[in-house]
Structures are given as structure tokens and as C-alpha cells.
T-cell receptor, first 114, second 109 residues
Framework: IAGITQAPTSQILAAGRRMTLRCTQDMRHNAMYWYRQDLGLGLRLIHYSNTAGTTGKGEVPDGYSVSRANTDDFPLTLASAVPSQTSVYFC?????????????FGPGTRLTVL | GQNIDQPTEMTATEGAIVQINCTYQTSGFNGLFWYQQHAGEAPTFLSYNVLDGLEEKGRFSSFLSRSKGYSYLLLKELQMKDSASYLCAVIDSNYQLIWGAGTKLIIKP
């Protein structure tokens, strides 16, 4: 693995189904993030984690949950998908959550909820 | 509320220079990033400014004025591969990154 990976690349999901988006980084970064990106809107933070074992809510956390059992993995779960969760989801990581630490992004997961 | 403003779309000619502006109103300021995002791809880091002034990196430069809540990204000697969206993002007082909606730059031959 080089950098940050996400799976699946894309998914079509029936409303009401449970779905977990996977994210793995091999850079030993402390901080990880989940964003959604919708047309005409900026990236919006869903959840974040400053370090393994801790998580926090971002701007749009409702309907989503995360866990951070170890440094490398940061899965995002939709407990019961709704059509408004159709979006492109990006996972990102940074060395820390302080000012100058740039975020590195995964390739994204394109999710369609019908 | 917190707000980042960028033009939605700009068009420029190959070989020319273009300036993409970003104005922000945020609760505190701890730095500003510019990212590039090609269609269908992930954002990638371009520049970081925390002090006033110009940061130059090859064909790309970024300027910051904290007193004016203003930044710009300057792209010189434009190439077709520079066609992309350019995202401005500000770190607020809680170290959360606030993102603008991005400026889609179209380069014409």
C-alpha cells in the first residue's frame, strides 16, 4: 500500500441498507478524516480522529459513525442509508491536526443510494 | 457563520497567467491551504500560507493578507493539464479545515 486507500471505488446501495466504507493509510499518520463532496459545495467534514482510539464529530455527522481501533484504519458506517447520502466520500489523513499539516486524500468512494 | 468565497468558474488561455481569489470569514485563523482537484480525482496539496505575503513554488504562487481575509493563487505559463478545480481551505481556531466550494479552471488552447 502506498499512501491512503479506500474501498469500494463505487457502490450502488438500496435505501435502508447498512454500508461500511473502508479507509487505510500506511503513512503512520495520527489524524484521519472523512469528508463528503457534493456538486457546488465544498468538502464537508463528517467525522475525524486525532489519534487511534479517539473520534470526533464534524460538520455533518448525522447518519454516520466511525471507529479508530488502530492507527491505519478508519472505517465509515452508514447505519441505514438514505438517498441524501448519495455523494463522493473522501478519506484523508495528516501527521497531526495542527496548522501546517497538509491532508493527504484517498481516491474516493462514489456512493449512490436509491 | 464561517464562509469561504471563491469564483465558481474561470477560463484562461494556454500560456497565460490566471489569478484565483479566495476571501474568508472564519472564527480564528491558523493557516490557509490551496489544493488542486482534477475531475474524478482526489484533492492534492498545492500550497500553505500562515504569514502575510507571497509563497512561490515553480509556476504556482499563493498570497495571503490576514487583515483583509484574502488569498489568491497565481498560476503562470498555463498548461492544458492545469485544467482542474482549485480549492481554498482555512484552518479555524479549532484547527478544523473549512473548505471553499472550489473554482473550476478551464484552459483553452
Amino acid at each position: 500500500i502506498a499512501g491512503i486507500t479506500q474501498a469500494p471505488t463505487s457502490q450502488i446501495l438500496a435505501a435502508g441498507r447498512r454500508m461500511t466504507l473502508r479507509c487505510t493509510q500506511d503513512m503512520r499518520h495520527n489524524a484521519m478524516y472523512w469528508y463528503r463532496q457534493d456538486l457546488g459545495l465544498g468538502l464537508r467534514l463528517i467525522h475525524y480522529s486525532n489519534t487511534a482510539g479517539t473520534t470526533g464529530k464534524g460538520e455533518v455527522p448525522d447518519g454516520y459513525s466511525v471507529s479508530r481501533a488502530n492507527t491505519d484504519d478508519f472505517p465509515l458506517t452508514l447505519a441505514s442509508a438514505v438517498p441524501s447520502q448519495t455523494s463522493v466520500y473522501f478519506c484523508a489523513s495528516s501527521a497531526g491536526r495542527t496548522s501546517s499539516n497538509e491532508q493527504f486524500f484517498g481516491p474516493g468512494t462514489r456512493l449512490t443510494v436509491l | 457563520g464561517q464562509n469561504i468565497d471563491q469564483p465558481t468558474e474561470m477560463t484562461a488561455t494556454e500560456g497565460a497567467i490566471v489569478q484565483i481569489n479566495c476571501t474568508y470569514q472564519t472564527s480564528g485563523f491558523n493557516g490557509l491551504f490551496w489544493y488542486q482537484q482534477h475531475a474524478g480525482e482526489a484533492p492534492t496539496f498545492l500550497s500553505y500560507n500562515v504569514l502575510d505575503g507571497l509563497e512561490e513554488k515553480g509556476r504556482f504562487s499563493s498570497f495571503l493578507s490576514r487583515s483583509k481575509g484574502y488569498s489568491y493563487l497565481l498560476l503562470k505559463e498555463l498548461q492544458m493539464k492545469d485544467s482542474a478545480s482549485y480549492l481554498c481551505a482555512v484552518i479555524d481556531s479549532n484547527y478544523q479545515l473549512i473548505w471553499g466550494a472550489g473554482t473550476k479552471l478551464i484552459i483553452k488552447p
